[in-house]
């Protein structure tokens, strides 16, 4: 199976390592927002794209470009992804494409799922939420990255 | 030496300037800082615009304590390198974050009881001494990944697709 696995600099990224042992068996391939992150995963492929939140719709089409053209290049079999924004989209082009795609809200959302989490919910194969009051029969509770 | 980071994108310059303005109290202990698109002029502190993962893991490592926005790769960080760790949540009504799911990280954290919590400016001081006089010590220690449960439904759901 080769994975995407996917989620924009800082704490989503950090969130997305812990589970590194869920598909490291995997042929994978990461993708982030800033260039530096591939330190932390210097055996695998890498790939960077400009970052953007809801707030710039300019550079939210840029990088959908980015993602659209890289699931082109990669055509993963399992995308996934701990957000925020370029996460929700490859969810979105990937489900579309074919690809198995998994959402994995931050446990920063401790009171509701984040927005991006709720449109994830649409498209994504699964959900889950990091929180046990969060878990719906749609949104999967499996524990945390903390444990 | 205390590291203080705000994350890597929007400025949080309330901390900045309480922690730069606490510095000369802090006898003996300098103050690195990560101050990400900060405008407050920094007197005290050596500061740096972004950290790169390899020279922020080495700054982590060597601080005494971290203070830091109620974001989860500062959280998280802590946690993993066993650093006590004392964090004030960005607010929407200061401009800080588009809405207040720092403080709901923040709360969450506390009542773990794996962080210190500044709500305020204010209390920024009392927690700092607090943490400075008891020991130093981390307050939860982490595995080296998430859950075996999130891990294994993970994998299991991959594999399910081969």
Known sequence: ?147 | MIFLTTGTQEPFDRLVKAMDDLCPMLKGKNIVAQVANSAYKVRHMETYNFLEPEDFNRLFQDAELIVGHAGMGTIISALMNEKPLLIMPRLSRYGEHRNDHQLATAKAFDRLKYVRVAYEVKDLNLQLEHMIKGNLRSMHQLKNYASDELINSVRHYIHSLI
């Not at chain 1, 994975?3 to 812990?18: C, E, K, T």
């Not at chain 1, 699931?71 to 370029?86: E, F, N, Q, R, S």
């Not at chain 1, 959402?103 to 927005?115: F, P, Y």
């Open chain 1, 1 to 147: 199976m080769r994975v995407l696995a996917i989620a924009s600099a800082g704490g989503h990224w950090v969130q997305l390592l812990r589970l590194l042992p869920a598909f490291e068996e995997n042929e994978i391939v990461f993708v982030s927002t800033h260039k530096s992150f591939s330190q932390t995963v210097k055996n695998c492929p890498f790939y960077v794209i400009p970052d953007a939140n809801r707030w710039n719709k300019l550079k939210l089409l840029k990088v959908c470009f980015c993602v659209l053209g890289l699931l082109y290049i990669i055509k993963p079999d399992v995308i996934i992804t701990t957000g925020a924004a370029p996460g929700l989209m490859a969810v979105i082009a990937g489900r579309l494409l074919g690809a198995k795609t998994i959402w994995i809200d931050s446990i920063a959302n401790v009171e509701k799922l984040s927005l991006s989490g709720r449109i994830a919910l649409l498209f994504a194969n699964r959900t889950y939420t990091q929180w046990p009051d969060l878990a719906t029969s749609k949104i999967k509770y499996k524990g945390s990255v903390i444990g």
